[in-house]
T-cell receptor, first 111, second 112 residues
Framework: SQTIHQWPATLVQPVGSPLSLECTVEGTSNPNLYWYRQAAGRGLQLLFYSVGIGQISSEVPQNLSASRPQDRQFILSSKKLLLSDSGFYLC??????????FGSGTRLTVV | AQSVSQHNHHVILSEAASLELGCNYSYGGTVNLFWYVQYPGQHLQLLLKYFSGDPLVKGIKGFEAEFIKSKFSFNLRKPSVQWSDTAEYFCAVSEYGNKLVFGAGTILRVKS
């Protein structure tokens, strides 16, 4: 069966520090992968999506970047975190005949 | 730009009241439509989805939604809410099966 793993679950980082959030999918190949952010009091915002290895589309200009070094691995990064980067980050995947499946999320607090 | 609008950010209802949450989208082509729910402290869960066919879609926990193409709407309904329905509800739209765009969400509080 297909599963999606996202870690860490919570993270507290100081302003100016780097960030790396990882998401992996099991049980499928060539998934479409997505990073969403849910900021406090706001809805879910699509940050990046990827339809294949090395293929990244950015939806919102910001302090973050994404990479897809392997077919089932999607990484969200930042070189220097800002206070405004705080939020709840969700990874998701879709296949050719499956709907969206979301990871458990990472709650990032930048202090 | 593609967008999804949810009309109310906060809704407060008493138990047994009827619920309708509005959702409108701005896409012109073929769309897939979704409602997700996030209970306090839990993950996003799929309530229901529409891909094609009968525009009245039944979901889990007694929820339903109606796709009205002419109005670009996909409103969520439940005849009688329960305290356990307290959660945040998100409408989402995927054009041509591609990336999912979410509305801002509606926080529902059901008073017991």
């Amino acid at each position: 069966s297909q599963t999606i793993h996202q870690w860490p679950a919570t993270l507290v980082q100081p302003v100016g520090s780097p960030l790396s959030l990882e998401c992996t999918v099991e049980g499928t190949s060539n998934p479409n992968l997505y990073w969403y952010r849910q900021a406090a009091g706001r809805g879910l915002q699509l940050l990046f999506y990827s339809v294949g290895i090395g293929q990244i589309s950015s939806e919102v200009p910001q302090n973050l970047s994404a990479s897809r070094p392997q077919d089932r691995q999607f990484i969200l990064s930042s070189k220097k975190l800002l206070l405004s980067d705080s939020g709840f980050y969700l990874c998701a995947w879709t296949g050719t005949s499956t709907g969206y499946t979301f990871g458990s999320g990472t709650r990032l607090t930048v202090v | 730009a593609q967008s999804v609008s949810q009309h109310n950010h906060h809704v407060i209802l008493s138990e047994a009241a009827s619920l309708e949450l509005g959702c409108n989208y701005s896409y012109g082509g073929t769309v897939n439509l979704f409602w997700y729910v996030q209970y306090p402290g839990q993950h996003l869960q799929l309530l229901l989805k529409y891909f094609s066919g009968d525009p009245l879609v039944k979901g889990i926990k007694g929820f339903e939604a109606e796709f009205i193409k002419s109005k670009f709407s996909f409103n969520l309904r439940k005849p009688s809410v329960q305290w356990s329905d307290t959660a945040e509800y998100f409408c989402a739209v995927s054009e041509y099966g591609n990336k999912l765009v979410f509305g801002a969400g509606t926080i529902l509080r059901v008073k017991s």
